[in-house]
């Protein structure tokens, strides 16, 4: 599968990117940088690292947008990433900068247009810029994004995921555009199930690759605060959930159900309200999104995501 990732460059984007880079299937064409955890310049920097941990520092990485400019509407989420976006562990590297001088917008249509699939990890800006300049270009492309909910649950506001918080309006445009197939939206309600526990770290820390190391030390920062909505002892690691939902569909179940994003002035702005009254979409024959739900493992457990490390 040719691929192109757009990420905000945080702590579970770099255990997504690092895992999708051992992956034999997986031809990862492009890396697109969006304003989100960090400012955009310092997630392209981010993802510039990540790839090199990886062992795939040939892969361009461009910049986009950030949603935070002129305004942020939600803050950044220091707490969890850090102020660099790798944990504040020495990773970052503040000298890098030699970015690829093609705009992020101009690399997502040109890839859309060559069949290319489509993995957001952060922020829907720069997907919604390129999906107003050239809508057809999505007919040839799929989407898989990490961002919102089917159950109402939010982590950046009470009921809107931070993905989706930092620019609804990108987010219903990319959910709402005519893709190949249903966008398959990873929310919050399956990344809080399907999550990081003991065993997982432990797998990580057994782990002897340069990428095992490398996420080492982002990851023990991330852990500290990022479970704080789930269960004890678990951590999720939305990112990388999205990115194994992508290539092994098989460990999650998928139903394709309405929908639409909250963009205005309520209370709930940013969240996605899905219809799960399944009758009701059938008979009146909406658009749909699909919609990955927590399911059942190859061998019959519970999905886990497993070791995060696969180079
Ligand atoms: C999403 O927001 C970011 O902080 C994470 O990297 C993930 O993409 C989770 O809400
Ligand atoms: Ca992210």
């Known amino acids: ?31 697109t940088a969006v304003g989100g955890n960090v400012e955009v310049r310092q997630a392209a920097r981010n993802l510039r690292v990540i790839l090199e941990a990886a062992g795939r520092a040939d892969v361009p990485v461009y910049v986009g947008a950030d949603p935070a400019d002129p305004a942020p509407r939600i803050p950044r989420p220091v707490f969890i990433h850090g102020e660099d976006g790798l944990g504040d562990v020495g990773l970052a590297d503040p000298l890098r900068g030699a970015d690829e001088d093609t705009p992020a917008v101009e690399v997502l249509i040109r890839e859309m ?4 699939s489509l993995l957001t990890l952060g922020p829907l800006t720069n997907l919604a810029a390129a999906l107003r300049a050239d809508a ?24 809107a995921e931070a993905n989706v918080a930092h620019d609804p309006l990108a987010a219903a445009t990319a959910i709402g555009a005519r893709w ?3 966008p398959v939206m990873v929310g919050l309600d399956v990344t809080h199930t399907a999550t990081l526990r003991e065993a997982e770290f432990a797998a990580l820390a057994a782990r002897r690759t340069a990428a095992a190391a490398f996420l080492d030390g982002p990851l023990s920062f991330y852990r500290r605060n990022a479970g704080s909505l789930c269960a004890e002892g678990e951590t999720p690691c939305h990112d990388l ?40 979409w059938r008979r009146r024959g909406e658009p749909a999104a699909a919609v990955v739900e927590p399911g059942r493992g190859p061998d019959g457990n519970e999905a886990g995501v497993g070791a995060p490390v696969a180079v």
């Open 113 to 116: 247009r060559r069949g290319a």
């Open 136 to 159: 057809a270009a999505a007919a040839s492309s799929r989407l898989t994004l990490m961002g919102g909910s089917a159950r109402a649950q939010g982590n950046a506001r009470p009921s």
């Open 1 to 31: 599968m040719r691929l192109v990732i757009d990420s905000d460059g945080g702590i579970d984007d770099a255990a997504a990117i690092v895992w999708l880079c051992g992956r034999p299937d997986v031809e990862l064409a492009a890396v």
């Open 241 to 280: 959930l999205a990115a194994m939902a992508l290539v092994r569909p098989d460990i999650l179940g998928v139903e394709t159900l309405p929908v639409e994003v909250d963009t205005g002035g309520s209370a709930a702005w940013g969240q996605t309200v899905v219809d799960l009254r399944e009758l009701g």
């Open 180 to 182: 190949a197939a249903p």
